[in-house]
Nanobody
Framework: QVQLVESGGGLVQPGDSLRLSCAGTSSTYFMGWFRQAPGKEREFVAA????????DYEDSVKDRFTISRDNAQNTVDLQMNSLTPEDTALYSC??????????????????WGQGTQVTVAS
């Protein structure tokens, strides 16, 4: 049974960095990070393949965010740099098993964490 727990969120200023962590992962799943801002739909942020060899990013976070995983520790991290107020959202990690080609679709993920809040404000 996969139980995902996120940590690392908080209140930061524009330009700051945060590192989110998701515990309870498994190498039998590819992993994704999604976010949902108030009044908006949940959106894809980043995904990493089973071995960690392939990553994918939403355009607005590419070059600022880095997803990584440690299969020995069963964790997946999201390093977020140069944060802006537009990054404010509840960030959730998710585990998917079957179709890497559908990694950007929330419905393809089988397990979800409760989320960790990221607020970027001056």
């Amino acid at each position: 049974q996969v139980q995902l727990v996120e940590s690392g969120g908080g209140l930061v200023q524009p330009g700051d960095s945060l590192r989110l962590s998701c515990a309870g992962t498994s190498s039998t799943y590819f992993m994704g990070w999604f976010r949902q801002a108030p009044g908006k739909e949940r959106e894809f942020v980043a995904a990493i393949s089973w071995s960690g060899g392939t990553q994918d990013y939403e355009d607005s976070v590419k070059d600022r965010f880095t997803i990584s995983r440690d299969n020995a520790q069963n964790t997946v991290d999201l390093q977020m740099n140069s944060l802006t107020p537009e990054d404010t959202a509840l960030y959730s990690c998710a585990a998917g098993r079957t179709f890497w080609s559908k990694r950007r679709i929330a419905g393809e993920y089988e397990h979800w964490g409760q989320g960790t809040q990221v607020t970027v404000a001056s």
